[in-house]
Each structure stands twice: as structure tokens, then as C-alpha cells.
């Protein structure tokens, strides 16, 4: 089903360049969506700055807009961590969820 959505047939996906035109075509029917918000960069040592940010993005996941189609989602359950790659990012990592989501991870000695 969904290669019939893509225009596609399995024989088709050896060929890229009709692929990349099913990517771009069906990409054309999908929903945009503008994002605004905040983005906080963390410069280290207690100084941060907010900025705003507007994002366009297209969420593959979502082909619930097109006609046609049956779509649907499954509740799954998804915990996320973000890696600590400096000292400075201590502060948000804890506030975040990330240090206790490793904690169930680890034993500590």
C-alpha cells in the first residue's frame, strides 16, 4: 500500500531517478508545517540565550491527510536521553530527564 502511494511498483525502486520524482510528487500533496519557537542555546557556565526560530518541516509520519490511505498510530513507549558532551550542559541534562532515565540504566558501585 505504500508504494501504490508513491506511484511505485517493487520493479521501480531500482530505478532513482523515478523514485526521487514519487519522492518529490507525493511530497508535493503532504501538509507543511510552520513551527515557531524558542530555541535556547547554552553557552556554558550559567549563560544561556533564547532564540527564536521558525521551522518548516513535512512529517513523513503523518499521511493521515491524504485521501485514500489508511493511517493510523501505535502507542509505543519511547524514552530519550540526550548525551551530556560537556560540563556545561550538566544543568539541562539533569533538569531534562536524561540523568534519571540512565540511572534505571546503570548500576552503580
Not at 51 to 59: A, D, R, S
Not at 78 to 86: H, M
Amino acid at each position: 500500500q505504500l508504494l501504490a502511494a508513491f506511484g511505485l511498483s517493487r520493479a521501480d525502486l531500482a530505478d532513482d531517478d523515478r523514485v526521487a520524482a514519487a519522492v518529490r510528487g507525493l511530497a508535493a500533496r503532504m501538509p507543511t508545517y510552520i513551527t515557531l519557537k524558542d530555541v535556547k542555546k547554552r553557552w556554558g557556565k550559567g549563560q544561556e540565550d533564547v532564540f527564536p526560530v521558525t521551522q518548516f518541516e513535512k512529517l513523513w509520519g503523518d499521511m493521515t491527510t491524504l485521501p485514500g490511505y489508511e493511517c493510523g498510530f501505535v502507542v509505543v513507549p519511547r524514552v530519550r536521553g540526550q548525551q551530556l558532551k560537556e560540563v556545561a550542559q550538566l544543568d539541562g541534562w539533569l533538569r531534562d530527564g536524561s540523568a534519571a532515565y540512565l540511572e534505571t540504566l546503570c548500576a552503580w558501585a
